[in-house]
């Protein structure tokens, strides 16, 4: 990018700042900040795409054409310049992930702390709940460390629950991208500082916004929409009603892209929005071999330690699923003595398969929601 260019985005940046909203598509029309101050807005399509900006930032847009070319934008433009942090990739960058360039109303720019080149490779996003259960911790965690080690960059959100759980487990086998709602400078939550540095120096923290900007509410459905663009497919592992997760989910679907999602227990309410998806057309994931299949490059799932045991243990095992039982329960399903009973789950709990959580004996590999 020459001096020019980057003085022109520069101006965009200090007229803009977080309100992108319709300039990822002007950008990716004209070209550059200057063939955009520069042309005839006319005609039809041109009208099409000034309508959707909002209105405020027609006027913006306007009054930036106004001082063209005159050189009394200097100001603005260094008050820009300090807000670019790491690495700045431009629409018409060559480093720009072309995934991105085609989705509706894409950002116009991108700030990246890590390694840009991540966002150029092969991606599957990976969201979910940030009140979790144990099992869909385990489960995005699985899911992202058999992609990155297949050569896929995971991204996500670095929310707390699934989102965190994604991005550890990519981190442990490949590269994992963070799209963030705030300045690549101000990573949240704050227990998530430390995550965000593994991140970047294992892939990178992406943003559209400038830095210095702080987390807000109304930010994270902007965001949610990169997370799904920089994606070829996005997997929902766990969701509730409603929930962040489904907005990232439409913004998939909107931009064409697959959608998957596990399904849960219809008495699992952290996991009523992925079967709300998978009612609506979402294809499941039912089982880690399934990843082959969908995602070319990756071996074939197979992991003897976690093999259930047999006979009574085993059938103790199905019977709790996802949601645990009360030991009155488990001796009228199973018919046992409640001596041979308490022997057996004494059993899977040293065996590490079990726990009890207010009274109830629960599959330590799928615990139900916690606050």
């Known amino acids: 990018m020459d001096d020019m260019t980057r003085e022109h985005y520069l101006t965009l940046i200090s007229w803009f700042g977080p309100r992108t909203q319709g300039l990822g598509s002007l950008l990716r029309e004209y070209g550059t900040p200057q063939a955009l101050f520069t042309a005839d807005w006319q005609v039809e399509r041109a009208t099409e795409l000034l309508g959707a900006l909002p209105e405020a930032s027609q006027g913006r847009l306007m009054a930036v054409r106004k001082s063209w070319p005159r050189r009394n934008l200097g100001?603005?433009?260094?008050?820009?310049?300090?807000?670019?942090?790491?690495?700045?990739?431009?629409?018409?960058?060559?480093?720009?992930?072309?995934?991105?360039?085609?989705?509706?109303?894409?950002?116009?720019?991108?700030?990246?702390?890590?390694?840009?080149?991540?966002?150029?490779?092969?991606?599957?996003?990976?969201?979910?709940?940030?009140?979790?259960?144990?099992?869909?911790?385990r489960a995005a965690e699985c899911i992202a460390e058999r992609l990155a080690a297949?050569?896929?960059?995971?991204?996500?959100?670095?929310?707390?629950?699934?989102?965190?759980?994604?991005?550890?487990?990519?981190?442990?086998?490949?590269?994992?991208?963070?799209?963030?709602?705030?300045?690549?400078?101000r990573p949240s939550p704050l227990r998530h500082r430390q995550l965000a540095e593994h991140i970047t120096q294992a892939g990178c923290l992406v943003s559209e916004l400038p830095a210095g900007t702080p987390p807000s509410k109304h930010l994270f459905?902007?965001?949610?929409?990169?997370?799904?663009?920089?994606?070829?497919?996005t997997i929902i592992v766990e969701a509730a009603l409603p929930s962040g997760s489904l907005h990232t989910a439409a913004a998939a679907l909107e931009q064409?892209?697959?959608?998957?999602?596990?399904?849960?227990?219809?008495?699992?309410?952290q996991g009523a929005g992925c079967l709300r998806l998978l009612r609506d057309g979402a294809t499941p994931i039912t089982a880690l071999e399934e990843l082959s299949r969908l995602f070319p490059g990756l071996?074939?799932?197979?992991?003897?330690?976690?093999?259930?045991?047999?006979?009574?243990?085993?059938?103790?095992?199905?019977?709790?699923?996802?949601?645990?039982?009360?030991?009155g329960d488990l001796r009228q399903s199973t018919g046992m003595q409640t001596s041979e009973l308490l022997a057996v789950l004494g059993d899977l709990e040293i065996q590490g398969w079990l726990c009890t959580i207010d009274g109830r004996y629960c599959r330590d590999d799928c615990k139900p929601c916690q606050p």
């Open 150 to 185: 297949a050569g896929y960059t995971v991204c996500s959100g670095l929310a707390l629950g699934i989102d965190a759980a994604a991005h550890r487990g990519a981190l442990q086998a490949g590269q994992t991208v963070a799209v963030l709602a705030s300045g690549v400078d």
């Open 256 to 269: 064409g892209r697959e959608v998957y999602a596990l399904p849960w227990s219809i008495f699992h309410a």
């Open 299 to 327: 071996a074939d799932y197979s992991d003897a330690t976690h093999k259930m045991p047999e006979g009574r243990g085993g059938q103790i095992l199905q019977l709790l699923g996802d949601t645990g039982l009360s030991l």
């Open 75 to 137: 100001g603005a433009q260094a008050n820009a310049a300090q807000t670019l942090c790491g690495t700045f990739i431009p629409f018409g960058d060559c480093r720009y992930p072309p995934a991105l360039r085609e989705v509706p109303d894409p950002p116009p720019w991108l700030f990246c702390r890590g390694n840009p080149e991540c966002l150029l490779r092969p991606t599957v996003a990976i969201v979910g709940s940030r009140r979790a259960s144990h099992g869909g911790l």
């Open 221 to 233: 459905p902007r965001r949610n929409r990169i997370i799904s663009g920089l994606a070829q497919a």
